[in-house]
């Protein structure tokens, strides 16, 4: 706790230069056993990354990571970006049915930190047979939203990143947005039904243009190059 206190410390110093009294914000997560789950295996309760049953491929098991914000000014009062959790989905045996995620808001000067929030909300989780069709074997982490639960898909053998929208009063959860490419939010427990969100994984044929295009600008650039030789 005293290391997290620290960085947090280091990254309100870095945000918040001139040392202006509460000029900075920034949150921090941990997820923790929940009594509603009983059974189950997980590795680093009490921090922000922890792992889940027990791993039945060389992948590794199902992993869990929370990254706080930061921002300029006071804790909003307001739903905001409370920060995001990466979620690797292994193959596992003896998977907890859910665990909770604690979330604490500061407000900071240079050197020093001051919590003005802290909640939590759980987090259940669909586990589904594995099959050949990814979407269908995806699995998912589910929090109830005020619109309702929300689950956030990944599927398997890879690690999808999602934004947690909330405000502080307890923790209300407003929306659970997909960050990275492939990543899927339902409204519900069906991934094939009610998508509320997901970031389309790019063609190759765009990457390739991409990947062209960015090759071609850096030689325009090393071509507009001149090497002066003294003379």
Known sequence: MRSSIIRI???????????????????????????????????????????????????????LEFTGTAGLGTLPTSAFNAGSVSFFNGAVAQAPLGIRLSISGFDCGTLSCTEQQTGSTQISFVITPNTD??????????????????????????????????????????????????????????????VLRAVPVPEPAVEWLFLVGALWLRFRGCRGRRVVVPG
């Not at 405000?167 to 094939?192: K, N, W, Y």
Request: charged share 15%; hydrophobic share 45%; aromatic share 6%.
């Open 9 to 63: 410390a280091l990254v309100c110093a870095a945000l918040n230069p001139l040392g202006m009294a509460h000029a900075v914000y920034t949150t921090q997560g941990v997820f923790e056993r929940d009594p509603a789950f009983l059974g189950g295996v997980v590795e680093g309760a009490g921090t922000s990354s922890v792992t889940t049953g027990v791993a039945l491929t060389p992948e590794g098991p199902n992993a």
């Open 133 to 194: 069709d990814p979407i269908a074997s995806a699995d998912s982490m589910c929090i109830d939203t005020i619109g309702g639960e929300q689950c956030a898909w990944v599927e398997e053998f890879t690690s999808q990143t999602f934004s947690i929208i909330a405000s502080f009063g307890s923790l209300i959860v407003q929306d659970i947005i997909p960050e990275t490419a492939g990543a899927f939010v339902t409204l519900g427990r069906d991934p094939t039904a009610n």
